[in-house]
């Protein structure tokens, strides 16, 4: 009916013309205006000017069924103070700006764009249907020093994590296979790391899947046992030249042959090493061989491969390779089932620093449900430089 302008932005008056009133309990248009009341809805900005909408709201008194009742705004929903088009924007702007930029862009609270963003969120994915899973993945990821640990579930044939649960025990996951079990979903595999708490959960709740130990924890296991070689070695070596070429290998020992840099002399650095000292020798080329596990042509071939380095770790001597061959056989069944399943907790690690990412530009996630939600449509989520 009218627009007006003020030193915060906009406001447009509108009203609603009588002959299109109707009763909000039986939908008579036999009614009276018992009363108005005056309400201001927030809308989509103009430009750069907010925008709000004034609109006095009639309450309304049906001659047909005698009630008293505040007509209904089909432009709101409930009781809210914006627009259905408004929460729409903030949705919208939410997949590429943290809750923090859209409100300072739309002049709101954090709490009303965190708000929005979660009630759309929960809406979309706050109970993921599990009943169509078939490979998953098992993880945690360390939050902090508020949150600490959580586990993820994520589903490895759309890549979506289908559960979050605080902690990193078999307590965490009591509640998705609650869910899983009702689902009936038929799970054939499952890729984990060496977690003793989630090997035992999988065995009681998923006896007949296949469980996959993921091939880059294994490796990352063995670079720490070469670190722990590496640091024995050099605390016992008394000539002082072993001392300085052994110092400063640390990155050299764990990086993979093809990425040394010639640049800096690292190939040669690393050589120098080695020949000096037999047992870090024998310990990076068994490094070097392990890689190739997975790269084998069958899961026969590959089952006589692990044995024969087995043996070669443990005629080795080397204390931390001798511990480190009877991990690869007590856990042997699940390395070669990758052979049957080629799958792993690689793309969790994708969800991981999406997480981070999250954190770091919106500072932290003070309501750990509204994390959790952020996680679940994560990978749906893009991002983007704004502003």
């Given at each position: 009916d009218s627009v007006r302008y003020t030193a915060g932005g906009m406001i447009v008056k509108i009203s609603q013309p009588r002959e299109k009133l109707c009763c909000a309990c039986c939908g008579s248009s036999r009614v009276h205006i018992h009363a108005t009341h005056l309400r201001r809805f927030l809308t989509v900005p103009v430009g750069l000017l907010s925008t709000w909408i004034e609109y006095p709201v009639p309450r309304l008194r049906c001659q047909n069924c005698?009630?008293?009742?505040?007509?209904?705004?089909?432009?709101?929903?409930?009781?809210?103070?914006?627009?259905?088009?408004?929460?729409?924007?903030?949705?919208?702007?939410?997949?590429?700006?943290t809750?923090?930029?859209?409100?300072?862009?739309?002049?709101?609270?954090?709490?009303?764009?965190?708000?929005?963003?979660?009630?759309?969120?929960?809406?979309?994915?706050?109970?993921?249907?599990?009943?169509?899973?078939?490979?998953?993945?098992?993880?945690?990821?360390?939050l902090g020093s508020k949150?600490?640990?959580?586990?993820?579930?994520?589903?490895?044939?759309t890549g979506a994590v289908v559960y979050v649960g605080q902690g990193k025990s078999q307590a965490s996951l009591y509640a998705f296979w609650k869910r899983l079990k009702?689902?009936?979903?038929?799970?054939?595999?499952?890729?984990?790391?060496?977690?003793?708490?989630?090997?035992?959960?999988?065995?009681?709740?998923?006896?007949?899947?296949?469980?996959?130990?993921?091939?880059?924890?294994?490796?990352?296991?063995?670079?720490?046992?070469?670190?722990?070689?590496?640091?024995?070695?050099?605390?016992?070596?008394?000539?002082?030249?072993?001392?300085?070429?052994l110092k400063g290998t640390r990155w050299l020992l764990l990086k993979n042959p093809e990425n040394l840099?010639?640049?800096?002399?690292?190939?040669?650095?690393?050589?120098?090493?080695?020949?000096?000292?037999?047992?870090?020798?024998?310990?990076?080329?068994?490094?070097?061989?392990?890689?190739?596990?997975?790269?084998?042509?069958?899961?026969?071939?590959?089952?006589?491969y692990l044995e024969l380095w087995c043996r070669e770790a443990e005629v080795s001597g080397i204390r931390v390779l001798i511990q480190f061959a009877k991990t690869l056989r007590a856990h042997r069944q699940g390395i070669l089932d990758w052979y049957d399943y080629p799958i792993s907790t690689g793309p969790l690690e994708g969800t991981n620093n999406k997480i981070k990412l999250m954190q770091r530009r919106a500072y932290g996630y003070r309501d750990l449900n509204f994390l959790t939600l952020k996680i679940l449509g994560a990978h749906k989520s893009q991002h983007a430089l704004v502003g």
């Open positions: 005698a009630a008293i009742r505040q007509v209904r705004l089909p432009f709101v929903e409930g009781q809210r103070r914006y627009t259905k088009v408004f929460e729409r924007l903030v949705v919208e702007l939410s997949r590429f700006m809750p923090t930029d859209v409100s300072r862009y739309l002049g709101i609270s954090w709490d009303v764009a965190r708000e929005i963003q979660a009630r759309d969120l929960k809406r979309k994915y706050g109970k993921p249907k599990l009943g169509r899973l078939k490979t998953i993945a098992i993880d945690e990821i360390y949150h600490k640990y959580i586990t993820l579930v994520m589903d490895l044939e009702s689902s009936k979903a038929k799970i054939k595999a499952v890729a984990s790391d060496l977690s003793s708490a989630y090997a035992a959960a999988i065995r009681k709740n998923l006896p007949r899947a296949a469980h996959v130990f993921d091939r880059f924890h294994i490796t990352k296991l063995f670079n720490e046992k070469l670190t722990i070689l590496r640091r024995e070695l050099h605390r016992e070596a008394v000539d002082k030249l072993h001392k300085d070429v840099d010639e640049k800096y002399n690292e190939r040669q650095r690393l050589e120098d090493a080695l020949s000096l000292n037999q047992p870090l020798a024998t310990a990076y080329y068994l490094k070097d061989e392990l890689r190739s596990l997975w790269e084998l042509s069958n899961k026969s071939v590959a089952t006589k």
